[in-house]
């Protein structure tokens, strides 16, 4: 008995024209940043704790023998600590490496310092975090096309400016490739502040 039954055709195969191939290929490039810096806000989202549910318009604001919620309740990684931070780290890092420091890390001097343990000093590590979240804000297609501008004009400038001033967090780092050292400057103790309890 013969088959009567008849196949529909395939769709046909999608094709480009070579002219939109640049087009295509930017596009997809930006795509995968997108995909990537939204795997790292992933990441960040799932090592900060959930917080906790909101009190309704006319509830107690905490249940009796019930404690606040404990744990940060910011994404500035000054405010995380064991595990978040350490993820929060690794990420700023890579950023710092794979971005910052190809495009702006201009030729290091004594009147420019940059240390690359900038992770062990504190201040580097807040102000570059810092810079790293407004540039994330910044360049998404949301902050419109002056968002890149702002954030050099209102971030960048003013952080690379503090970073790397001569009495910056990287003074005491010595700056020559062939005799490389890095020392983290001690801060004033809270008692020599007349802070002690």
């Not at 939204?38 to 019930?66: C, F, I, K, M, Y």
């Not at 940060?72 to 993820?87: K, N, R, W």
């Not at 030729?107 to 810079?131: D, G, K, N, Y």
Request: hydrophobic share 40%.
């Amino acid at each position: 008995m013969p088959d009567t039954t008849t196949t529909a055709p395939g769709p046909e195969p999608f094709r480009v024209p070579d002219e939109n191939l640049d087009d295509l290929a930017s596009t997809l490039a930006k795509t995968m940043a997108e995909v990537k810096q939204h795997g790292v806000l992933l990441d960040r989202l799932g090592s900060e704790p959930t917080p906790a549910p909101q009190p309704t318009e006319g509830a107690p604001a905490t249940a009796a023998g019930s404690e606040p919620a404990a744990g940060p309740t910011s994404v500035f990684i000054i405010a995380l600590g064991g595990e978040a931070y350490a993820v929060e780290l690794t990420a700023l890092t890579a950023w710092v490496n794979h971005l910052l420091l190809p495009i702006y890390g201009r030729e290091i001097s004594t009147t420019r310092p940059w240390c690359a343990l900038w992770q062990e000093h504190p201040e580097a590590v807040a102000r570059l975090h810092a810079l790293w979240l407004a540039w994330q804000q910044l360049t998404d297609a949301e902050a419109g096309l002056s968002g890149p501008s702002t954030w050099h004009r209102d971030h960048l400038d003013q952080t690379l400016v503090h970073l790397r001033a001569p009495d910056g967090p990287f003074a005491a780092c010595t700056t020559s490739p062939t005799r490389p050292n890095h020392r983290v400057l001690a801060t004033p103790a809270p008692d020599q502040l007349g802070l002690t309890a």
